[in-house]
Nanobody, 113 residues
Framework: QVHLVESGGGLVQPGGSLRLSCVAS??????MGWYRQAPGKQRELVADISVGGVTNYADSVKGRFTISRDNVKNAMYLQMNMLKPEDTAVYYCKGSIGFAAYWGQGTQVTVSS
């Protein structure tokens, strides 16, 4: 059975940093990604990374966020620096293999003074 579990969310002041983690079990995913959903908005891609390490970022986070993965641990990370209030959202981990996609339960990130 496939599971994805996120951790690392919390409350941080503008300009601060957080590191999100996603630990997967049950499958090695071809692509893993971080998505976020703010209240009243659609879920959007933040960044994703292939099993070979090719990365892709949303324009809004380029230069501030860094995605990485550890294929031995079957884990993925998102280092978020220079956080802004508009980064406030629930962040979800997604794992894809073929046409199948699996989601974690989400972790709340709140950027506020």
């Amino acid at each position: 059975q496939v599971h994805l579990v996120e951790s690392g969310g919390g409350l941080v002041q503008p300009g601060g940093s957080l590191r999100l983690s996603c630990v997967a079990s049950g499958s090695i995913f071809t692509v893993m990604g971080w998505y976020r959903q703010a209240p009243g908005k659609q879920r959007e891609l933040v960044a994703d990374i292939s099993v070979g390490g090719v990365t892709n970022y949303a324009d809004s986070v380029k230069g501030r966020f860094t995605i990485s993965r550890d294929n031995v641990k079957n884990a993925m990370y998102l280092q978020m620096n220079m956080l802004k209030p508009e980064d406030t959202a629930v962040y979800y981990c997604k794992g894809s293999i073929g046409f199948a996609a699996y989601w974690g339960q989400g972790t709340q990130v709140t950027v506020s003074s």
